[in-house]
């Protein structure tokens, strides 16, 4: 989704130290006390509200395992459940997603191996509702798919200078429920529904992430009906 820039920007917490997991102690992490967690072996968690938190996690000999862990920014409008969201609403999606595949207007750092797609003068983002490639990469931009109601995506350097894809409302589109929700660098604030978090961590986590142990990305607060041990 199109990055925002709004005049208030979320502050965030102090970057956590690698491996420092939230939940420790007495109470399971996060993984642990969700519903699902895709079937993987490596989750990312996106925790809300406040100064968000990003954690990314291995699972090892049945145990999540933190791998390092970071402040997170969300939509300017908060988090909203996923199945009823509706698109333009600057908010951000919550649920349990896949992540198809991941891209930048810079190269991949060094240690990726996911599928990895360069951004290039004619790569966009379709979001216009009445094309069909809506909520699809394009190259170039189709006929029906409207320029102004998508991203072109080399527009926004600093936040796609490296992105993973969230599959939310990706693998049968609805109309209307939103496109282009990314994991991407930080703007200058706020989001328009994407997660983003400091240029370093997203590439710590791209270098990390491995396509055969089937990476998630859960979103949610930290409790109430958005909980994200509901995932």
């Known amino acids: 989704m199109r990055p925002r820039v709004v005049a208030v920007t979320v502050v965030c917490a102090s970057l956590l130290l690698l491996g420092a997991a939230p939940g420790a102690g007495d109470h399971p992490p996060p993984p642990a006390r969700m519903a699902g967690t895709g079937g993987g072996t490596q989750l990312i968690t996106a925790v809300a509200p406040e100064a968000g938190t990003l954690t990314w996690w291995d699972l090892r000999d049945g145990r999540w395992t933190p791998a390092g862990s970071t402040p997170a920014r969300f939509g300017a409008n908060g988090l909203v459940e996923g199945a009823s969201r509706r698109q333009g609403t600057n908010t951000t999606p919550t649920g349990l997603y896949g ?133």
């Open 99 to 231: 992540l198809p595949f991941a891209f930048g207007v810079r190269a991949a750092p060094r240690g990726t191996s996911y599928p990895y797609r360069p951004v290039r003068q004619d790569s966009w983002w379709c979001q216009d509702n009445a094309s069909r490639a809506y909520n699809r990469w394009t190259e170039p931009r189709p006929a029906d798919c409207r320029a102004a109601e998508s991203e072109r995506l080399v527009a926004y350097r600093t936040q796609y200078a490296h992105a993973l894809v969230i599959g939310f409302n990706y693998d049968k589109p609805v109309r209307g429920r939103g496109a282009g929700i990314f994991l991407h660098v930080n703007g200058r604030g706020a989001t328009a529904g994407c997660v983003s978090a400091p240029v370093e961590a997203i590439r710590r986590m791209l270098a990390w992430v491995r396509p055969q142990q089937r990476p998630h990305i859960a979103i949610g607060t930290a409790a109430g009906p958005t909980a994200i041990t509901r995932y």
